[in-house]
């Protein structure tokens, strides 16, 4: 235990004397945690729908004016042609006699020309269109005195539907993957790129000690940056405990041994920082990003590549973020991701000195 001590002070006092690079560790975190949580959106708004009302009728009138009201889209004349040239993504075309077939209790028929080449802001114009006509209908049964039945939606854990309370928690999983990785390799794979770990071999430091020791120093930073990314997450997403907080900080602390002992294991692979950085970037971060729920549900992923993601710390802390934050479920959700962040944890560290046991003997 001594050792691993020594070992882990001289790190830190290492990292201590490079200022930059001591900068680095809370400033970069902190940067990539605000970034991802206000950039990222699914959120379509402001979307371009031009109209072609060929009734011309208080009532078609009525319907155009529900669309605008909506402040999903941006209503404008316009043709076929014009979405064709890109100008607007839709387009709403009311024909003759719309009025009359509703006074008489038939159906008024609409149609709607949606540019399909981006499948998202498609869908979201479809579905709001029929969100629109539905609220329509509902008010012209209400002023005949027959209203059909409406469905009442109340929104739980998030009444407000804010997309950045669901993007925030995912940012916040993965800065903690990467920031903290990303130190740790660059410290172990500094070691051979300049010689150093000749003196590690030939001291009586085991494969073991050595690990552990850096995996200290760098853990102790990387409950920093969590406590750095987690304080501006209060400030600026409003992060709060729905339920007891032991899940999610007994599940952190996991996470970041994850964390380290995954730059751990690529800093012993690699051979130089450079290569090592481009590895942390590629596994952790672009994973992470995609494979993780962080933009769309684990289930949207084709079958076929799924299974990746039960090998990505950062889905199962995502899951147990966003418990934390929005629903309050307890330990009755987080047993599983808890577990499976520390089979991950062991897996990486013991492929890490596996490949440093080998690395001992190389010629």
Known sequence: ????????????????????????????????????????TLKVSNIGIGVEDLDNTPLSRAYLESLAASQRFRIAAGSERDLEAGRIRGVVII???????????????????????????????????????????????????????????????NPGLEEEQNFAPGALALVLILAPALLTTLAMAREPEQGTVIQVYASSLTANQWLLGKALAYYLVACGQFAVTFGAGRVLFGFHFEGPAGPLLAGTLIYLGCAVFFG?????????QSAAIQLVQFAGFLFSLLLSGLIFPVSNIPASIRWVSWVVPARHYIDLARDAFLRGSGWDLAAQPIAALAVLALLFYGAGRMRLRRMQFRD
Do not use: C
């Open 1 to 40: 235990m001594k050792h691993i001590l020594a070992q882990a002070r001289k790190e830190l006092t290492q990292l201590r004397r490079d200022r930059l690079s001591l900068a680095l560790a809370f400033l970069f975190p902190l940067g990539l945690f605000v970034l991802f949580g206000k950039a990222i």
């Open 264 to 272: 751990l294991l690529v800093g012993a692979v690699m051979e130089n």
């Open 95 to 157: 024909p003759p006699g719309f009025e009359r077939n509703l006074h008489r209790g038939a159906p008024g028929a609409v149609q709607v020309l949606v540019d399909g080449s981006d499948a998202n802001t498609a869908t979201v114009i479809g579905y709001s269109i029929q969100a629109v006509t539905h609220a329509f209908r509902l008010r012209l049964a209400r002023e005949r005195a027959s209203p059909p039945v409406g469905p009442q939606i109340r929104m739980w854990y």
